[in-house]
């Protein structure tokens, strides 16, 4: 069996092997992507001291990193169940989509997260080219720029009105015939000057040459279709928790994240969690590995605390 057996490869995971690997601990991380979401990224500009880099260059030297010190990386390998140890101190399983099992004396859950995307001709062609999904990250790339942002809850909004200091021109556009955002924050949108809001709109089209041109929506009331000429979408219709698997074995919110405590912990003893997959606040790289270095460090204090074998 392993000392830490993580489950996840992306920034948060990468973070708790490293770390707990340095305590000479016997490590094991299966992931179905290794590098995860950090793959699917195009130019970062917030990975603090390293002011610009690729997504695929990240994710292989994330992988590199792991690999120098004494990892065993299982890549290509779903979970799909989790056994919690039935005694303190006994072993957590997990099961794999193969059959396969393995065990570990403490467990780091860092399966991560996906935006649940509008599932429109253009959106996927023109991902990274104008299609976003993450203001704090994409949203100087349009400065002084018109865009979209897709979604009237309070991530959507929060969005609308982050980007409305950045870009020249935000049209929030909203399924609904309202917001659903907070009121504070509709105030807080209501008040700017360079943001307008669309209500019963569904966006049907992600239009583009190179890149995005524009989009189409169809007003619900009247079904008629128009056209809106920019140069970036921030879909904003909720970031999905990879912890479907986990529903029936530990504390997870309405939401689906799995809650930690400040150390990582969730709801069993020995098992541990970080990064996007969690109720961390903020979804951002940096933020992952801190997270997952917390969790390892936690996994640590937890393993030199039981009993001798
Ligand atoms: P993830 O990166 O999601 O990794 C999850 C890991 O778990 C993957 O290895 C995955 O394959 C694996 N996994 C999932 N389910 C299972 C399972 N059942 N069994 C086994 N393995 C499983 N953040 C920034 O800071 N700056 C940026 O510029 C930036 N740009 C982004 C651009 C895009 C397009 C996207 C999608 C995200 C961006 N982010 C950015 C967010 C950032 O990528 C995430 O916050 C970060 O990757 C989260 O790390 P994580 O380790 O928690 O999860």
Redesign the pocket.
């Known amino acids: 069996p392993f000392d830490v057996l993580i489950?996840?490869?992306?920034?948060?995971?990468a973070a708790s092997a490293i770390y707990t690997a340095r305590k000479g601990l016997r490590v094991g991380v299966?992931?179905?992507?290794?590098?995860?979401?950090?793959l699917?990224?195009m130019g970062?500009?917030?990975?603090i001291s390293v002011p610009y880099t690729e997504g695929p260059k990240l994710a292989a030297q994330l992988e590199a990193h792991v690999k120098d010190n004494e990892v065993d990386v299982m890549n290509l390998?779903?979970?799909d169940k989790l056994v919690p140890a039935t005694r303190e101190g006994g072993l957590h399983e997990v099961v794999l989509a193969n059959g396969a099992s393995l065990k570990g004396k403490t467990v780091i859950l860092?399966?991560?997260?996906r935006?649940r995307q509008m599932g429109v001709p253009g959106e996927e062609e023109y991902r990274n080219k104008g299609v976003a999904?993450?203001p704090h990250?994409d949203g100087p790339l349009f400065k002084g720029k018109r865009v979209a942002v897709i979604g009237g809850g309070n991530s959507g909004v929060e969005a609308a009105i982050d980007l409305a200091g950045i870009v020249g021109h935000v049209t929030l556009i909203e399924y609904d015939s309202q917001l659903r955002a907070d009121a504070v924050l509709q105030r807080k949108l209501g008040s700017l000057a360079n943001v307008q809001v669309i209500t019963s709109a569904m966006t049907t089209r992600v239009n583009g040459a190179e890149k995005v041109t524009g989009l189409t929506y169809k007003d619900r009331n009247s079904g008629e279709e128009h056209d809106i000429a920019l140069e970036g979408i921030f879909v904003q219709i909720g970031l999905v928790p990879?912890t479907e698997?986990l529903k029936d074995t530990i504390a997870l919110t309405p939401r689906g994240e799995i809650e930690i405590d400040s150390r990582g912990e969730t709801s069993q003893p020995g098992i541990f969690a970080a990064?996007?997959?969690t109720t961390v606040p903020y979804?951002?790289?940096?933020i992952?590995m801190g997270a997952g270095s917390t969790a390892g460090l936690s996994a640590f204090d937890y393993l030199i605390r039981l009993p001798a074998e």
């Open positions: 489950v996840g490869g992306g920034p948060a995971g299966a992931a179905e992507r290794f590098g995860g979401q950090v699917d990224t970062i500009e917030n990975f390998q779903r979970a860092s399966t991560g997260a935006w999904y993450c990250c990879n698997w990064g996007d997959c979804k951002q790289i940096v992952a």
